[in-house]
């Protein structure tokens, strides 16, 4: 129950899904947590909820997309608790577009919340974590930033995604001298809000669930239980590595 006694973490995205799930799973082990989102209501109420069970947690609203919310909300924690150990680059969106019908403006809005709100993110904890000594910037990809699905038309999200695997491996190494590691996670099918049109056509189900090995679609506690490995201590030698997390999908 105390894989993160201390630590200060920082979810964007965190209001609900897979961010709300790493949340309550990091608030459980220790961790003062910080929900990060747009969604100001669920946030709260993740919150509360965590402070409801024990833990501690707050609420902040942040665009991902926006240098000075960055600034301000991560200023915000170091005044608050006195530093920042975990980030989790959380945050995202999708759009299933094809390329051809896909506007510039879908692709720029894709871009800036998946990508850019990754590296925002980055830029403003880095200052932070290295004054704490160090600390784990976990950031969520998909495994459509390894490879992308056969009869799946989502080019935006899928580059976006890339984009997180790549500037993963380039902040590991660049930060790797000031203790501060950064790994990315690669869920699979998992199911969250942004599962629920595809769960609404039967045939489309069955074969997407045919095609994992493991027959299941994942949920969000399969991932919350890798990202909170990954923030723990108990993977401090770890750093510049990717994680699927997708019932063998991508091992075919």
Same mark, same amino acid.
């Given at each position: 129950?105390n /894989? ?10 965190? #209001? ?6 790493? #949340? $309550? ?7 003062? &947590? ?9 946030? $709260? ?13 707050? @609420? ?13 909300s991560? !200023?915000?924690v170091?005044?608050? @608790?006195?530093?920042? %150990? ?8 999708? =759009? ?9 403006? $879908? ?17 403003? #904890?880095?200052?932070?974590?290295? !004054? ?6 976990? %950031? ?16 935006a ?6 984009? &997180? ?9 660049e ?5 501060? /590691? ?18 609404? %056509? ?18 969000v506690?399969d ?5 909170? +490995? ?5 993977? =401090?030698?770890?750093?510049?590595? $990717? +994680? ?9």
């Amino acid at each position: 129950m105390n /894989r993160l006694a201390g630590k200060i973490s920082l979810i964007s995205g965190g #209001a609900r899904g897979q961010g709300a799930a790493e #949340a $309550e799973l990091f608030a459980r082990e220790g961790a003062i &947590v910080v929900i990060a989102d747009i969604l100001d209501n669920e946030g $709260e109420r993740v919150a509360s909820d965590i402070n409801g069970a024990g833990g501690e947690a707050t @609420y902040i609203h942040l665009d991902v997309t926006q240098e000075l919310a960055w600034a301000t909300s991560v !200023r915000e924690v170091v005044d608050r @608790y006195g530093g920042l %150990n975990v980030l989790v680059n959380n945050a995202g969106i999708n =759009n299933s577009s094809s390329i051809e019908a896909l506007t510039v403006s $879908e692709w720029n809005r894709v871009m800036d919340v998946n990508l850019k709100g990754v590296f925002l993110g980055t830029k403003f #904890a880095i200052p932070a974590m290295r !004054r704490s000594g160090g600390g784990s910037i976990v %950031n969520i990809s998909s495994t459509a930033g390894m490879v992308a699905n056969p009869g799946v038309t989502m080019s935006a999200y899928v580059a976006s995604k890339g984009g &997180v695997r790549l500037i993963t491996k380039a902040t590991a190494i660049e930060l790797a001298g000031d203790n501060i /590691r950064c790994n990315s996670v690669h869920p699979g099918i998992i199911q969250t809000e942004m599962l629920q049109e595809m769960m609404a %056509n039967d045939e489309l189900v069955a074969k997407r669930l045919g095609s994992i090995p493991l027959g299941r679609f994942g949920t969000v506690r399969d991932v919350a239980l890798l990202v909170l +490995f990954l923030a723990s201590d108990e993977s =401090n030698y770890i750093t510049g590595s $990717e +994680f699927t997390v997708d019932g063998g999908l991508t091992a075919q």
